[in-house]
């Protein structure tokens, strides 16, 4: 008993300051490009509040807003319980009108009392 209550102990130890980094620094969102238009977009955050609702939207070069949208309903990315969330997307399949160029994504809490944005390049 006395060994697991060392071991937990350590546990906290080193994951305590870790896990406090993310929110200390604030919520970040991270995008990658695996290839080609054609191929996934992975936007993934960390640091944001734990079971928290966000919602997308993609932003053209031109300005014009895109939100992710599944039979008609605006989709919500709920935050996992380590404030943790990954998204991915094809253009070609869930935007077929999207084209090339220096886009930005924003993710808003349900409420929009917070939003943070991240830049990517779209290529052919």
């Not at 919520?27 to 054609?38: A, K, Q, R, Y």
């Not at 886009?103 to 939003?115: I, L, P, Q």
């Not at 991240?118 to 290529?123: L, P, Y």
């Amino acid at each position: 008993m006395r060994r697991a209550l060392v071991a937990l102990a350590l546990v906290f130890a080193i994951a305590g300051p870790t896990a406090g980094l993310a929110t200390a620094e604030g919520p970040s969102i991270l995008v990658t490009i695996e290839g080609p238009i054609d191929q996934p977009l992975y936007f993934t955050g960390q640091g944001f509040q734990p079971g928290a609702g966000l919602r997308q939207a993609l932003v053209h070069p031109d300005g014009t807003l895109y939100t992710v949208v599944k039979d008609g309903v605006e989709q919500v990315w709920v935050v996992s319980p380590e404030g943790n969330f990954i998204v991915i997307l094809v253009p070609t399949i869930d935007f077929p009108n999207l084209g090339p160029g220096d886009w930005y994504t924003r993710f808003c809490t349900e409420d929009g009392a917070g939003c943070w944005e991240a830049t990517f390049t779209i290529t052919m």
